[in-house]
């Protein structure tokens, strides 16, 4: 079945670049997405790619997909601590109107 | 403009009772979808509800169930609650494309 999948943890020092990868199953996902979930918070959306797309670029946010590959990355540049939080992958089920299918989520670490 | 808001925050039950949990949709969007945050088992989509229609289910019993009102918002349901729901639930809409997500509602079962 549909499966993404990521490491579950990463480590960086403030103002470095952290990257952050992805792989899913489902050769016919319209859109994927990154959500930051800060503790005890609900998912907060980062940025999304259309699979007709190689690269999205939104301010410190750069998203790269290689669909041939089943490849999402994620690159935060400048990494700030208030970046510490668990980034989630998904990919819609189905169409662009599918339901998510996430993988479980990097704990991204800054260290001062 | 308001995001997606759900009610309650948090709330205790006990084993073998019933909960609704209810979700109000960004304004415009038809779509609302329900997941579950269980601790060590990430998040799982519940179902999805369309202009008042269930258009997906995820791999949950029966007794987890819902509904869609002509107003967009939406009640998720659940009977007969065990330990392992114990979880944060989270709702999402959309329009078409990115969903939004709710701050969630914290479930405990006792």
């Known amino acids: 079945g549909e499966d993404v999948e990521q490491s579950l943890f990463l480590s960086v020092r403030e103002g470095d670049s952290s990257v952050i990868n992805c792989t899913y199953t489902?050769?016919?996902?319209?859109?994927l997405y990154w959500y930051k979930q800060e503790p005890g918070a609900g998912l907060q959306l980062l940025t999304y790619?259309?699979?007709?797309?190689d690269m999205k670029q939104d301010q410190r946010l750069t998203v790269l997909l290689n669909k041939k590959d089943k490849h999402l990355s994620l690159r935060i540049a400048d990494t700030q601590t208030g970046d510490s939080a668990i980034y989630f992958c998904?990919?819609?089920?189905?169409?662009?109107?599918?339901?998510?299918?996430f993988g479980k989520g990097t704990k991204l670490s800054v260290k001062p | 403009e308001a995001g997606v808001t759900q009610s309650p925050t948090h709330l205790i039950k006990t084993r073998g009772q019933q909960v609704t949990l209810r979700c109000s949709p960004i304004?415009?969007?038809?779509?609302v979808y329900w997941y579950q945050q269980a601790l060590g088992l990430g998040l799982q989509f519940l179902l999805w509800?369309?202009?008042?229609?269930?258009?997906n289910r995820g791999n949950f019993p029966p007794r987890f169930s819902g509904r869609q009102f002509p107003n967009y918002s939406s009640e998720l349901n659940v009977n007969a609650l065990e330990l392992e729901d114990s979880a944060l639930y989270l709702c999402a809409s959309s329009w078409v494309g990115e969903q939004y997500f709710g701050p969630g509602t914290r479930l405990t079962v006792t």
């Open positions: 509800y369309d202009e008042g229609e269930e258009r």
């Open positions: 790619i259309f699979s007709n797309m």
């Open positions: 304004s415009g969007h038809t779509s």
């Open positions: 998904a990919e819609s089920y189905g169409g662009s109107q599918g339901n998510l299918i």
């Open positions: 489902d050769s016919s996902s319209t859109y």
